[in-house]
């Protein structure tokens, strides 16, 4: 079973501070990496994917990839509390000619005013 | 304006029911999924299919079954089998070949057993 393993949370923060979530996959051969935001009782949208080992930034966040060590991250610059919500990583695991994404459980972040 | 529909946006199913959730979409995408949600889980394959008339089982798909007679369409039949389908329900598309930067949710619908 290829895995994609997150800290459940809550990560609670202040306004104004820096989220940072964490995501590991056990997965090497994974290519693609995608971060959703899904607030409470409402579908999952995406917010940021990434490819290459680094930074891609993107307005407040920036997702950063090290396919090495197998981990992706998401920060949140100047949080703000309609950036409460639960963030999930995805996969796309590598073998087979079909698509898949594989999720992981979520973080649940909370923006305190 | 293009997206994808669920229907409907709650549904009960009694005791040895099948019952039939809707996702229909207009984006003209090729590839379609089903997911599964349970509280406090990320989201799980079900079933997913890549073009009309063909499809492929997911990570838990005992006790579901799914037609893909229309590219439009694609409705997932939560049968007597699964014995435990209380769980938030999601569809997606995307278009085949250019991976998951386009894959597009509905806006899912709960299941709960009466």
């Known amino acids: 079973q290829k895995e994609v393993e997150q800290n459940s949370g809550p990560l609670s923060v202040p306004e104004g501070a820096i989220a940072s979530l964490n995501c590991t996959y056990s997965?090497?051969?994974?290519?693609?990496f995608f971060w959703y935001r899904q607030y409470s009782g409402k579908s999952p949208e995406l917010i940021m994917f990434?490819?290459?080992?680094g930074d891609k930034e993107d307005g407040r966040f920036t997702a950063q990839l090290n396919k090495a060590s197998q981990y992706v991250s998401l920060l949140i610059r100047d949080s703000q509390p309609s950036d409460s919500a639960t963030y999930l990583c995805?996969?796309?695991?590598?073998?087979?000619?079909?698509?898949?994404?594989?999720f992981g459980k979520g973080t649940l972040l909370t923006v305190n005013p | 304006d293009g997206g994808i529909t669920q229907s409907p946006k709650y549904l009960f199913r009694k005791e040895g029911q099948n019952v039939t959730l809707s996702c229909e979409q207009n984006l003209n995408h090729d590839a379609m999924y089903w997911y599964r949600q349970d509280p406090g889980q990320g989201l799980r394959l079900i079933y997913y299919?890549?073009?009309?008339?063909?499809?492929q089982k997911g990570d838990i798909a005992e006790g579901y079954s799914v037609s893909r007679e229309k590219k439009e369409s694609f409705p997932l039949t939560v049968t007597s089998a699964q014995k435990n389908p209380t769980a938030f329900y999601l569809c997606?598309?995307?278009?085949?070949?250019?991976?998951?930067?386009?894959?597009?949710f509905g806006s899912g619908t709960q299941l709960s057993v009466l």
């Open positions: 997606a598309s995307t278009t085949s070949g250019t991976g998951f930067e386009k894959l597009f």
């Open positions: 995805a996969v796309k695991v590598s073998g087979g000619s079909n698509y898949k994404l594989t």
């Open positions: 997965d090497r051969g994974s290519q693609s």
């Open positions: 299919s890549q073009i009309v008339n063909d499809f």
């Open positions: 990434i490819y290459s080992n």
